[in-house]
């Protein structure tokens, strides 16, 4: 059974940084290409950032390039996401997910098939 727990969310201040944490088990870790999405109040889940498999591809969307950087450790079954000069625009529920495609990163949700529960971001202004 797939188990993804994200961790790490919080509240912070417009300008500070937060790093999440999503820890997977019941998988073979290594052998998937991994994503972060949000989710806000009355909006629709949206893309974040994605890594494939070894780490060595990435992707961004176009509103946190530049602050926020995706990275795994397949030794720890974990991926993290450091977002950092964080906007009141980024609070929302952060979720990871399992992609379908292990060396391609998805942008729509429709490419990933495990999530976890989510973790709340909150940037006050």
């Known amino acids: 059974q797939v188990q993804l727990v994200e961790s790490g969310g919080g509240l912070v201040q417009a300008g500070g940084s937060l790093r999440l944490s999503c820890a997977a088990s019941g998988l073979s870790f290594s052998r998937y290409s991994m994503g972060w999405f949000r989710q806000a109040p009355g909006k629709e889940r949206e893309f974040v950032a994605g890594i494939e498999v070894s780490g060595t591809i990435t992707d961004y969307a176009g509103t946190v390039k530049g602050r926020f950087t995706i990275s795994r450790d397949n030794a720890k079954n974990t991926m993290y996401l450091q977002m950092n000069s964080l906007k009141p625009g980024d609070t929302a529920v952060y979720y990871c997910?399992?992609?379908?495609?292990?060396?391609?990163?998805?942008?729509?949700?429709?490419?990933?098939?495990?999530w976890g529960q989510g973790t709340q971001v909150t940037v006050s202004s």
């Open positions: 997910a399992t992609g379908r495609s292990p060396f391609r990163v998805g942008i729509s949700p429709t490419e990933y098939g495990s």
